[in-house]
């Protein structure tokens, strides 16, 4: 999927710089805002020099991304040397943050642009109704979901809240975590006073990089009174003991 402003000339490389995201990959999701919106982005090189630019195209089939000629523009040797620059955009009040690399740059001397990787990880927090609690590691707070046809998630909560939680997974039943954006399934939360049974869809995906355990975000779809009660209350017992630590 290829998207430009209207009255864009489209622009391809020769050589792909980047490897294919898909459209659902979480990174493209953000990236897509950004450039629908016309989100006015910061940078900030290498060399510590900073600039202003947006998205005019996303190519996720071939892995790059193409920056506006950023203003003031960067210096050459950057660019030659292929530098990783810091971007920064505000959406709906929300700050996304990632990294990435230019990788070339076209157009004119008047009207150049810059294309640049997909970045690796976007950091984009969720808006949320209710405060998360944190749930330290140490107590293993075990999350199982499954739904009907037997696929499933096993994972370690990370914060919980009556509207929902996150949870980093130790095993999967999907053949790539990404599938698992908008999955609905039944839940078992095993907290400390009994466990908590309801119904969730997930609704933001953190794929595993590297050593690090992929993580997702799910919303309770059906809390009932009851299961509800025992979230509160076990929220308010993390909350006691972060207290006492303080």
């Given amino acids: 999927m290829k998207l430009a402003f209207a009255g864009t000339r489209q622009r391809r490389s020769e050589a792909p710089p980047g490897n294919a995201v898909a459209a659902h990959d979480p990174r493209h999701r953000v990236l897509l805002k950004l450039f629908t919106h016309h989100c006015l982005l910061d940078l900030q090189w ?6 202003q630019s947006a998205i005019i195209e996303l190519v996720p089939e071939a892995g ?16 030659d040397e292929q530098a990783r620059v810091a971007v920064r955009a505000l959406f709906e009040g929300r ?7 230019i990788v070339q740059r076209g157009g004119s001397s008047e ?11 976007v950091e984009f927090p969720q808006r949320r109704r209710e405060f998360r609690a944190p ?3 140490d107590q293993a707070v075990a999350v199982r979901a499954e739904d009907e046809a037997g696929m499933r998630l096993v994972g370690e909560l990370r914060d919980l809240s009556p509207g929902g939680f996150s949870a980093r997974i130790t095993f999967d039943g999907f053949e790539r975590l990404e599938r698992a954006l908008g999955w609905r ?6 907290t400390d006073d009994a466990p908590v049974e ?3 869809e997930i609704c933001h995906v953190v794929p595993p990089r590297g050593r690090s355990l992929g993580r997702v975000g799910a919303c309770f779809t059906d809390l009932d009174a009851r ?13 006691r003991a972060r207290a006492r630590l303080r």
Avoid: M, N, Q
Wanted: hydrophobic fraction near 40%; include cysteine.
């Fill in 46 to 51: 290498d060399d510590g020099s900073a600039a």
């Fill in 64 to 79: 790059y991304l193409v920056l506006d000629a950023p203003e003031p523009p960067p210096a050459r040797e950057l660019v």
């Fill in 95 to 101: 700050e996304v943050e990632f990294d990435t690399r």
């Fill in 111 to 121: 009207t150049p642009f810059y294309k640049a990787v997909y970045p690796d990880d």
């Fill in 135 to 137: 749930v330290p590691l």
């Fill in 185 to 190: 399934a039944r839940c078992i939360i095993d």
């Fill in 198 to 200: 309801a119904s969730i």
């Fill in 227 to 239: 299961a509800e009660r025992r979230i509160e209350r076990y929220v308010a017992a993390l909350e």
